[in-house]
């Protein structure tokens, strides 16, 4: 201790003074008195909790980066006294709390959305949540030991999460949905065979956050995508994504090729564009091969704005000719490319089954391969099963001899 303060008092006074001027000084530049926060506590009917109490002492009301007390209704909908019992519970969604505000007990600690809240009543007194003002569903901020996290560990971390420069790797209210806790103490919770997957989750969602991994626990990392929880899969990918892209890229066959929540597919695909450059064409090629179209589609897209010289390769992967979405919108890069390179592809997109489809490769051809495009279609205003493709390819044919001056045989 220093001057009689508390160590973790002390330890968050050294964080603030390491960032230099991040935060702007607060009016007065002082704690709040004990006088002020009785008079706060005797008219709200409340005992504020103890390690808050002193943060607001000794770090400033509010404390650097956080609300002032006089803001602590922020989170609130409608005016409830301070007092009534927090009703916040993890899985409870707005509806669930009927005519009740769902806020009531606490005090918000942060701005914006999701909004980090300090229960002051009720049975999580002291502890923090991070509450979605749009739908009131939270996530309580837990420690990976087990215990509660007191709301002076929550804010040094929160003041690393959102330091300039350090924005969570996956975007996410690392804080709410993660573990508060070293490395070591996050892979044990993965290696315990009795934690439940909502905390094998979590310290999944934290882990990806740190700088780096050792090998022992990246190990605990791939064993986690042997559990059946969806959740729990998604966020081994995420984690595996930064600190083991290699491993990676080598499981995303069999994560597309044999999980079968939608979700956690569509995860391995969105965390494609976070993978080091030189990953990412052979991952999003993969991709094209999945059972889902729209997952196939988004890879498309990204592979054409990224790699556009390999067009006529893309033509032969499985998910792009079963998806009309996706073969129509190579064929229109086709188009715009101009590469012969694409001829064989165009031919073989003439015998699609979707009319629109060969309609597109039609008009692609002529805009590639001119003298192809004439044979092709000359036999196919014949032969095509649809009636109306082949009145448009007579049409088209006729208006290209007029166009010409070629005349007709």
């Known amino acids: ?46 005992a504020l909790p103890a390690d808050y109490r002193e ?47 769902p806020a009531q007990g606490t005090i918000a600690l942060t701005s914006g959305n999701p909004r980090a809240v300090l229960v002051v009543s009720g049975e999580h007194r002291g502890q923090v949540f991070y ?6 569903e939270v996530d309580l901020v837990e420690h990976a030991s087990g215990r509660s996290a007191t709301v002076g560990e929550w804010y040094g971390a929160w003041l690393d999460a959102t330091a300039p ?24 919770v993965l290696a315990d065979p009795l934690t439940p997957p909502s905390r094998r989750a979590k310290a999944l969602v934290s882990l ?41 890229v080598a499981t995303l066959p069999r994560i597309l090729g044999s999980d079968t929540d939608t ?9 494609i564009d976070r993978l080091p450059t030189a990953m990412q064409r052979e991952a999003l090629e993969i991709v094209l091969d999945d059972a889902s179209d729209a997952l196939v589609f988004s890879a498309l897209r990204r592979l054409i704005a990224s790699w556009p010289s390999e067009l006529a390769q893309y033509a032969l992967r499985a998910g792009v ?48 391969d001119r003298a192809r495009w004439f044979s092709e279609l000359a036999r196919r ?17 006729a208006k290209a001899r007029q166009e010409l001056h070629e005349p007709e045989t």
């Open 263 to 271: 979700k956690v597919r569509k995860r391995a695909s969105d965390l």
């Open 1 to 46: 201790m220093t001057d009689g303060k508390k160590a973790w008092l002390v330890a968050l006074e050294e964080k603030l003074a390491g960032m230099g001027g991040r935060f702007p000084p607060r009016p007065g530049g002082r704690g709040a008195s004990s006088a002020e926060l009785e008079t706060f506590e005797t008219t709200h009917g409340v």
């Open 321 to 368: 000719r079963r998806g009309a979405d996706a073969r129509r919108l190579l064929l229109q890069a086709m188009t715009k490319a101009g590469d012969a390179s694409c001829v064989p592809a165009l031919v073989d997109a003439l015998d699609d089954l979707r009319a629109p489809v060969r309609v597109d490769a039609a008009r692609a051809l002529y805009d590639v």
């Open 165 to 188: 420069g350090a924005s969570p790797w996956s975007d996410r209210r690392v804080l709410g949905e993660g573990l508060l806790g070293d490395t070591s103490t996050l892979a044990a």
């Open 208 to 248: 990806t956050e740190r700088p780096t991994l050792d090998a022992a626990t990246v190990a605990e990392v791939r064993r986690s995508f042997a559990s059946e929880d969806a959740t729990v899969r998604a966020e081994a990918l995420a984690c595996t994504a930064r600190h083991d892209a290699e491993f990676f």
């Open 55 to 101: 943060m607001l002492e000794t770090l400033g009301n509010g404390p650097p980066g956080l609300l002032p007390l006089h803001r602590w209704d922020d989170a609130l909908q409608d005016r409830a006294p301070l007092s009534a019992p927090s009703l916040l519970s993890p899985g409870k969604a707005f509806d669930d709390y009927g005519d009740d505000e």
């Open 131 to 136: 509450v979605d003002l749009d739908d009131y």
């Open 381 to 397: 205003s014949e032969t095509d099963p649809d009636p109306s493709v082949r009145k448009r390819f007579e049409d088209q044919i």
